[in-house]
């Protein structure tokens, strides 16, 4: 039964408008912002074409902060799935205390970041913060984890790990409640009898598409980091903790050079569109397990 051509626009009408109003217009009304020389508070602009995009491959602050967000990407993302997956394992084996583990380890997704930001400086306090603390007792020397240049990245990095191994956990444990339980007796009987087998040819191809999904979703989250950044480090010391979207802050809102800050945010756009393809691309052929 072939569907009415009123009936598919008429459907499709609703999703489209908003779609339309809430992300095609604004991104072509920063696009457009994007080949000016607008300032905030300005009655005046000048077109200026493509020099926004140009100044952006000479500027250090930005190939920093591009290089700095990479490698928060590469952690978050990496650490986030491992340990979201380790634990959904861990619990996935507990039927009965389920329930308990998921609302906890997904607590810290559901928490205002910036509250937590500040519980974390204090944690990180390099005189009075626990983790000082506790490695002092056990002979480890304190460390100044977020005004030290070569750890202060890292020390966001794990921050980023707690908050969104919750998510990869709740998502794997979907997953794994939607593998059918006689496909793993049917491994059983072929001899795959070890846990670590089980996991490599029956679990892991199995969870293929929540993989896919989890990867998508937390390279995003990382890609989106601003707030530990900006309460707790500002960007330093020396911009090592420097990222995108906290640069296009500072342009936009400290310096006014909104064309400029426009140009850092059609660059992140595409960073983000490109990203997902790339995954899509390498992992789709991957997602099912025939």
């Not at 990095?157 to 793993?184: E, H, K, N, T, Y």
Request: glycine share 8%; charged share 10%; hydrophobic share 55%.
């Amino acid at each position: 039964m072939r569907a009415h051509p009123l009936s598919t626009v008429s459907l499709l009408a609703p999703a489209g408008l908003l779609a339309t109003l809430l992300l095609f217009i604004p991104v072509l009304a920063v696009f457009l912002m994007s080949l000016t020389d607008w300032q905030f508070g300005a009655t005046t602009l000048n077109w200026v074409g493509l020099q926004n995009y140009a100044e952006l491959w000479s500027d250090a602050v930005f190939r920093k902060s591009v290089a700095n967000t990479l490698v928060y990407l590469v952690l978050v993302t990496g650490g986030s799935i491992t340990l979201g997956l380790s634990l959904a394992l861990l619990i996935e084996s507990d039927r009965s205390g389920r329930g308990f583990y998921r609302t906890a380890f997904f607590m810290p997704v559901a928490s205002t970041l910036i509250a937590m930001a500040f519980v974390w400086e204090f944690l990180l306090h390099p005189s009075a913060g626990l983790v000082n603390h506790l490695l002092q007792q056990v002979g480890v020397a304190p460390q100044n984890w977020l005004n030290d240049r070569h750890l202060a990245l890292y020390s966001l990095a794990a921050i980023g790990i707690w908050q969104m191994s919750g998510l990869a956990l709740v998502f794997f444990l979907a997953g794994l409640q939607g593998i059918p339980r006689d496909v793993r007796d049917a491994a059983e009987l072929d001899g795959i009898e070890r846990p670590f087998d089980r996991f490599r040819f029956v679990t892991w191809p199995l969870l293929g598409p929540t993989t896919l999904f989890v990867i998508t979703v937390c390279a995003i989250r990382a890609l989106q980091v601003f707030d530990t950044v900006h309460v707790l480090t500002k960007g330093g010391p020396n911009k090592a903790t420097e990222v995108l979207l906290h640069t296009i802050y500072v342009e936009g809102f400290s310096f006014f050079r909104m064309g400029y800050a426009s140009a850092m945010t059609v660059v992140f756009i595409a960073g983000i569109f490109l990203l997902t393809q790339i995954q899509h691309a390498a992992l789709e052929r991957r997602t099912h397990y025939a």
